[in-house]
């Protein structure tokens, strides 16, 4: 167990050394301030409206394009078609909800008929150059699409956000930097531009996966179309603020990615592509590895059973203690401090969420696709948690249980092992057990003043820019 989930990590490390070995800055490219026409589609079901306003109210003072906005509404809102008319753009109502996103994505794009295309979640408000920047870099007519980051405005809201920002920076700086380089970037499913040839090509959006967006990209990449990634923050959105939303976010993504991977080995894909998606769909198995670990003190507590022959407890430390050290800050490191201990903390709190959605797609368990809430809870949650307290539960009870047989190296080594994984899983599920009304107070409170929330959290926009 422990030879198979070490060389589940050896390939996972690997494979991100050698994405990021790649890292080359993007070319510069000016801005195109030309009138080129651009369908900006904006898919909502049952959000709020103070939510979707902003969005659409930015997304009229975009410049360079000849912008024509449409907000798809799959919840038939007379709120949402007032809106529409209020801020002037069209109203774009389906009599069926088939193919959740992908299928009203795929309505709209019949009754639209410009040669570019962006779409734009309805919480994710764009900045006026978000066409000027995006659309300069469509520099070959076999480009497919071009991506922006997807940043998180309200980071600063819950102990949630902040971590789930913290992981997305890593994947939005360096690595899709890299990727770029590559040209093995994916469709994110907002803050994203495509050419509409391209999705004619290709059949528009594929209705029968959870991730609409990575399948679309296996199909352009296949049919030999090309990716741009910009990384420039161009639009700001809202990240999950409680752990439901979060674990439901996840769990679609997990879901969605894995059920790719029988598409991915079967695509006629050059090989640096396939090796960049399997390393993608293939990362949310990581949570079998955490498993096996959690398992090691259990059984050499009970069974007396040693994954590792080591003389000493000093003697498991001096080698284990740098291994970790070394794997956090080398992240760390390409991340420039953006990947943070939660997010790390919050990764391994989310194991079973892995797990749960590798049975699921094994068993071909059919998902639905659920909208990621915008407004979290202010409550506790012990639910969403409930997993990794009962493992946090059980590796203390073993933990003071050998102790209480003896203090061998063995056993003290094991103990130290437990107590490492109890304080990072208790440091993932602190936020849900604190509560979101106690994390605003604690945000407020530290240097910064209070966290924003609502419209006034999307406005603001940082560079995310790559390591030169």
Not at 12 to 27: I, K
Not at 259 to 265: E, M, Q
Not at 388 to 409: I, K, M, N, Q, T
Not at 436 to 450: F, Q, S, V, W, Y
Request: hydrophobic residues 50%; positive net charge; charged residues 20%.
């Amino acid at each position: 167990m422990l030879v198979a989930a070490e060389a589940y990590n050896m390939v996972q490390g690997a494979g991100f050394w050698w994405t990021v070995w790649r890292l080359r800055p993007p070319p510069a490219r000016r801005p195109v301030r030309e009138p080129i026409p651009v369908d900006v589609l904006i898919p909502v079901y049952n959000e709020p409206v103070e939510v979707v306003e902003p969005t659409v109210r930015a997304a009229t003072m975009m410049r360079s394009a000849a912008v024509r906005i449409a907000l798809l509404d799959d919840g038939g809102s007379p709120e949402m078609e007032a809106l529409a008319r209020r801020h002037g753009v069209r109203y774009i109502h389906r009599p069926e909800r088939q193919g959740a996103k992908a299928g009203n994505l795929n309505w709209a794009l019949a009754r639209t008929d410009a040669p570019f295309v962006a779409v734009l979640d309805c919480d994710h408000v764009p900045d006026p150059r978000f066409l000027e920047v995006t659309l300069a870099a469509f520099d070959d007519r076999s480009v497919a699409f071009v991506q922006t980051p997807q940043y998180y405005a309200n980071a600063d809201a819950s102990g949630v956000a902040a971590a789930a920002w913290a992981q997305q920076s890593l994947f939005f700086g360096n690595i899709a930097v890299a990727r770029d380089a590559m040209g093995a970037m994916f469709c994110c499913g907002t803050n994203v531009v495509f050419r509409r040839a391209a999705l004619e090509a290709v059949g528009y959006f594929p209705t029968h996966s959870l991730t609409e967006d990575f399948e679309l990209s296996i199909a352009l990449h296949e049919s030999g179309w090309q990716s741009r990634y910009v990384p420039e923050a161009l639009a700001a959105g809202l990240a999950p603020e409680d752990m439901a939303s979060y674990v439901g976010q996840q769990l679609r993504w997990a879901r969605g990615c894995l059920s790719a991977l029988p598409r991915i080995l079967t695509a006629r894909l050059p090989g640096r592509l396939r090796l960049n998606y399997l390393l993608s769909a293939a990362y949310w198995l990581t949570g079998w590895t955490l498993l096996v670990y959690f398992t090691f003190p259990v059984v050499r507590i009970l069974t007396g059973a040693q994954p590792v022959n080591v003389g000493t407890a000093n003697d498991f430390l001096v080698h284990w203690g740098p291994y970790f050290l070394a794997s956090m800050g080398t992240v760390a490191l390409v991340a420039r401090g953006r990947y943070t201990y939660a997010a790390f903390a919050l990764m391994e709190a989310s194991f079973w969420i892995h797990i749960l959605a590798s049975l699921l797609t094994l068993f071909r368990r059919k998902g639905r696709f659920a909208v990621t809430p915008k407004q979290g809870e202010t409550g506790r949650q012990v639910r969403p948690v409930a997993v990794p307290l009962a493992v946090v539960a059980l590796l203390g009870g073993v933990a003071a249980f050998g102790l209480a047989r003896d203090h061998s190296p063995g056993t003290v080594s094991t103990v130290a092992f437990a107590v490492v994984h109890i304080t990072v899983l208790l440091s993932g599920v602190w936020p849900a057990l604190r509560g979101r009304a106690a994390e605003e107070r604690r945000m407020a409170a530290a240097p910064g003043g209070e966290p924003l929330e609502g419209p006034e959290a999307l406005g603001r926009l940082e560079p995310l820019e790559p390591v030169r």
